[in-house]
Each structure stands twice: as structure tokens, then as C-alpha cells.
């Protein structure tokens, strides 16, 4: 009892009601854009349950049953870098579309290539799966690190930051 009073008045319940926020526009926000990336697509529901299930995944792979709070922090980076990545993946999307055209008028690639490769390079669909898994690899890479540590500065206080055991060398959670 005397902890969770000492929370209340160092304000970290507030703290994580706030990262809780973060979390639930950056996942509404990542949906939003999900659904203008597919808009061309006619039946996009199957894409849409993949990425969708893909953000599923990484967000359960974030839960730490001993930590909630660092497990809050790491789903709300998880979830900025997948509403930043899907922009990303509608841009590479974009220039994948102008490089396919480009390469379509070059009627000497389509003797060489083949009609079949061809047809295949022409298929709308084609290039929605890779675009969208260069986005997150590369906001992952870039941006999550940082994401997490800003997070932590804001939402977690110095106090309740885990440190180090002198004695046996291990993290202790507080």
C-alpha cells in the first residue's frame, strides 16, 4: 500500500495513462493509413487482416510479464514505428508504381524477361507485401531505438528505472 501511495504522488499513473494514449491514436493512426495504402486494391481485406495481424504479432512480442510498464513503452514503440512505417511503404509503393511503368515502355526487357515476368511485374497486387516490409525494417532500424528512449525519459521515472545488482550483475526491476 505504501508504494502504490508513493506512486500517486510522484505522478507515474498519469505517466502511463499517458503512453496508454500514445499507444491507442498510433495504432487508429497506423489503421487510418493502412486502409489509404490498400485503397487501390478492389477486395484489400486480406491484406488488411496480414498487416493487421503482422502489428499483432510484434505488439505481443513486446509483452514482458515481469515489466507491464516497460511492456506499455515497448508496444508504444512498436506501434510508432508501424503508423511511421506504412507512410513509408505508401511512398516506396509510389516510386515502385513510376519505376514498373518506366520499365514497362522498355519493350527490350519484355523480350528478355519473358511475357509470363512480364504479366507478373504488370499485377497490381505485386509489391504490396515488400513495400510494406521495407517501411518497418526501415523505421525499425532508423527511428525505433530513439522512439524507446524518448519514451522512457518521458514516462518513466528515474527512480523506477531498473538498475543493476552489485552483487551478481543482473537487472533489478523496481
Sequence with gaps: MNRISSLRKTGQPLRDLGCLSILVVAVAYYFQNL????????????????????????????????????????????????????MVAHYLRDKYLILRDQIASIHELRE????????????????????????????????????????????????LMPSTCPHCKQLVHH
Design 35 to 86: 486502409g489509404g495504402y490498400l485503397v487501390a486494391l478492389q477486395k484489400p481485406m486480406v491484406l488488411e487482416i496480414g498487416f493487421a495481424g503482422s502489428l499483432a504479432i510484434s505488439l505481443l512480442y513486446d509483452i514482458n510479464r515481469n515489466n507491464i510498464r516497460f511492456s506499455l513503452i515497448h508496444a508504444t514503440r512498436t506501434a510508432i514505428v508501424f503508423a511511421v512505417g506504412v
Design 112 to 159: 528478355l524477361w519473358g511475357e509470363d515476368i512480364h504479366s507478373a511485374l504488370m499485377n497490381q497486387v505485386v509489391g504490396y507485401g515488400g513495400c510494406f516490409a521495407l517501411g518497418m525494417v526501415s523505421m525499425r532500424i532508423t527511428i525505433g531505438r530513439a522512439i524507446e528512449r524518448g519514451l522512457i525519459a518521458v514516462f518513466v521515472l528515474p527512480q
